[in-house]
């Protein structure tokens, strides 16, 4: 067929809209869809309208990544859509299928489905290329979308090029009525086959093996589709709960990192009670918290584990069981020593994410690892492991991936503070964050370490004391950039070229590790919010780090009018936890005891942070 063009002449308002729906800082798209009375109104950036020009390009567009690869959609791919179980994503999912029949792509609508799911039918419908459209942890006045071609995720510099797409009206194909794409049900057939793969790997350990002590929290999101999996593979005597929340309604948030919002689930402090250990999913199941114990859920106690307290598990794992597996597998292959050598030190890489706390590198060291800072951003994340699998399967003289898992059974597991855990594939290799497998897997991880109860193992790791990420919202976005690129700028002179100050900048954030602790500055990629982290070695002197990233918010805030205060209702530890004793951290100034403190330990000076 002779290709015709014609210039994509998006709608107006999504041109310019461009900049909200195609951000380069960002790993997704994530945008506003108005109020619950109003979806789609005239103010919405992400809309039935914008979607289909996401998926018209989408289908379109010749990517290039930064190898110089080059990649794209054709004509009679095909790719899988799922969404979450909100207000907004199936009508923004019919609207982008729409825009990537236009050019000639069909479509495998897959339905209600979580994340993992949709990465999964990828490979197990033999589709080119993924769509999930969810808005993941984020209130329901805000939806969004995350897609990949083969294993490349679109996120920063390729979402960058759909920007510059649309802002220049690129040309599109100009395809016939008749040659356009279909929109194929397959919500039937990608659910068999994601369940079939979870049962023929799982379903065998689980069959014999107690599990009355887990429970799950399906959080009223997409999890509610896999009830009948665990079910079938953990046996009736799982505990189920979170089947009857609205999650749409704006009580509860499915965010499995927010006691606050744990505790609205019915059942769940029961089940901790009972001495059972309680898996939670966001909307979407692609991340997932761990809490345990009956106090777990106190906004002082300990109990509820996020990504950097599982990177310990996940690293006492990797170093003492997966990795020595794989070398001694290899070892009897007859690889060569040299290649052992560098293999080995590679598997042992662990990644470290810079909300997480400097026990976690600590700890890693001690096993023998070796730690990277990593850039925020699951793509990211999974671009990098990929390429490690690739790199250890050409020195252990394998043809690709598939072939060294299938041969070694090595799996690599990384995670992000967000509870982003990736979990390399048992029949590809290829890393996923699917929270719902994922939980077959920590289940069998903590059997295989012998660990029975997490208080008693986080007892014999290396403690800090952190505060959580700070998460506040500022007056606009435009603010939000301002500040926190003064604050990235004032903390880089400040401590750059000074002995015993390591400086790690990331996606326009800064962390600051020091011997006693760090303090990290930034924001979200996502909604208008500054975020921000202290740590220490005593709770002096984390407070006194906390006091002292607080002291400049503050007086950024003040330098640009911006007069939203502290988010108590995401920050209740203000309030709650009296070993902070900072009731107020709107006040908090230069002139604190505590910020005099820290800078006295850093010895710089109060009138250079005063310019």
């Known amino acids: 067929m002779t290709l015709d063009y014609k210039e994509l002449n998006a709608p107006e308002k999504v041109i310019k809209n461009v900049d909200k729906i195609f951000k380069p800082t960002s790993y997704d798209i994530r945008a506003y869809v108005g109020e619950p009375d109003n979806f789609f109104s005239d103010d919405a950036v992400f809309t039935p309208e914008s979607a289909e020009v996401i998926g018209t390009i989408l289908g379109c567009q010749e990517f290039v990544q930064k190898t110089g690869v080059r990649m794209s959609?054709?004509?009679?791919?095909?790719?899988?859509?799922?969404?979450?179980?909100?207000?907004?994503?199936?009508?923004?999912?019919?609207?982008?299928?729409?825009?990537?029949?236009?050019?000639?792509?069909?479509?495998?609508?897959?339905?209600?489905?979580?994340?993992?799911?949709?990465?999964?039918?990828?490979?197990?419908?033999?589709?080119?290329?993924?769509?999930?459209i969810t808005r993941s942890h984020v209130e329901v006045t805000t939806n969004g979308a995350k897609f990949g071609i083969a294993t490349q995720g679109i996120h920063t510099y390729l979402l960058e090029q759909m920007n510059v797409f649309l802002s220049e009206n690129y040309?599109?194909?100009?395809?016939?009525?008749?040659?356009?794409?279909?929109?194929?049900?397959?919500?039937?057939?990608?659910?068999?086959?994601?369940?079939?793969?979870?049962?023929?790997?799982?379903?065998?350990?689980?069959?014999?093996?107690?599990n009355s002590k887990t429970a799950i929290n399906l959080f009223g999101g997409t999890g509610l589709q896999y009830e009948k999996l665990f079910k079938e593979?953990?046996?009736?005597?799982?505990?189920?709960?979170?089947?009857?929340?609205?999650?749409?309604?704006?009580?509860?948030?499915?965010?499995?990192?927010?006691?606050?919002?744990?505790?609205?689930?019915?059942?769940?402090?029961?089940?901790?009670?009972?001495?059972?250990?309680?898996?939670?999913?966001?909307?979407?199941?692609?991340?997932?918290s761990l809490t345990e114990g009956a106090k777990a859920l106190g906004s002082t106690s300990t109990g509820h584990y996020l990504g950097d307290a599982l990177a310990f598990i996940l690293a006492d794992y990797k170093l003492k069981v997966s990795v020595p597996k794989l070398i001694a597998i290899l070892e009897k292959k007859g690889i060569q020593g040299t290649k052992l050598k560098a293999i080995k030190k590679l598997a042992s890489i662990f990644y470290i994410d810079a909300r997480y706390t400097g026990a976690v590198k600590q700890y890693v060291e001690d096993l023998c690892g070796s730690t990277i800072f990593h850039t925020k951003g699951h793509s990211l994340w999974k671009e990098t492991i990929i390429a490690?699998?690739?790199?250890?399967?050409?020195?252990?003289?394998?043809?690709?991936?598939?072939?060294?898992?299938?041969?070694?059974?090595?799996?690599?597991?990384?995670?992000?503070?967000?509870?982003?855990?990736f979990t390399t594939d048992t029949i590809d290799g290829i890393p996923r964050d699917d929270a719902v497998e994922n939980i077959f897997i920590l289940e069998q991880v903590l059997d295989e370490l012998g660990i029975t109860s997490l208080q008693d193992y986080f007892e014999t790791v290396p403690k800090r004391f952190t505060t959580k990420e700070i998460r506040t919202v500022a007056a606009d976005n435009d603010k939000k950039d301002k500040i926190t690129a003064d604050a990235v700028e004032l903390l880089k002179n400040l401590f750059t070229g000074k002995e015993g100050y390591d400086i790690t900048l990331f996606e326009g954030q800064i962390r600051v590790d020091f011997s006693d602790g760090f303090i990290m500055y930034g924001m979200s990629n996502t909604s208008p919010k500054l975020t921000f982290m202290a740590e220490g070695s005593s709770i002096e002197m984390r407070n006194n780090a906390l006091a002292f990233v607080l002291a400049i918010h503050n007086g950024l805030k003040l330098k640009y009018s911006d007069e939203e205060p502290m988010d108590l209702s995401e920050n209740?530890?203000?309030?709650?936890?009296?070993?902070?004793?900072?009731?107020?951290?709107?006040?908090?100034?230069?002139?604190?005891?505590?910020?005099?403190?820290?800078?006295?330990?850093?010895?710089?000076?109060?009138?250079?942070?005063?310019?």
């Open 73 to 132: 959609i054709k004509i009679g791919d095909f790719v899988v859509i799922g969404y979450d179980n909100g207000p907004t994503s199936e009508a923004l999912a019919t609207a982008m299928a729409k825009g990537l029949n236009s050019q000639g792509v069909d479509v495998y609508n897959i339905g209600i489905s979580s994340s993992g799911q949709v990465y999964q039918n990828q490979n197990q419908l033999d589709a080119r290329a993924h769509i999930q």
């Open 171 to 210: 040309l599109v194909k100009d395809i016939p009525l008749e040659a356009q794409g279909k929109i194929i049900d397959k919500v039937s057939e990608g659910r068999k086959v994601y369940y079939d793969k979870m049962k023929s790997i799982y379903s065998d350990y689980f069959k014999d093996r107690d």
């Open 233 to 288: 593979i953990l046996c009736d005597d799982c505990l189920i709960i979170g089947t009857d929340i609205d999650v749409n309604s704006g009580e509860v948030l499915a965010d499995p990192t927010r006691k606050e919002m744990l505790a609205k689930v019915p059942g769940l402090q029961e089940a901790l009670e009972a001495g059972k250990r309680v898996h939670s999913f966001d909307l979407d199941a692609d991340r997932g």
């Open 388 to 421: 490690n699998m690739k790199k250890i399967a050409e020195m252990a003289e394998y043809e690709n991936i598939k072939e060294l898992v299938a041969d070694t059974g090595y799996r690599d597991m990384q995670i992000e503070a967000s509870l982003h855990l």
């Open 572 to 611: 209740d530890f203000f309030r709650t936890d009296r070993t902070f004793d900072i009731s107020d951290p709107d006040a908090l100034n230069m002139y604190d005891h505590r910020f005099i403190n820290f800078i006295n330990y850093c010895k710089i000076q109060q009138d250079s942070i005063a310019k």
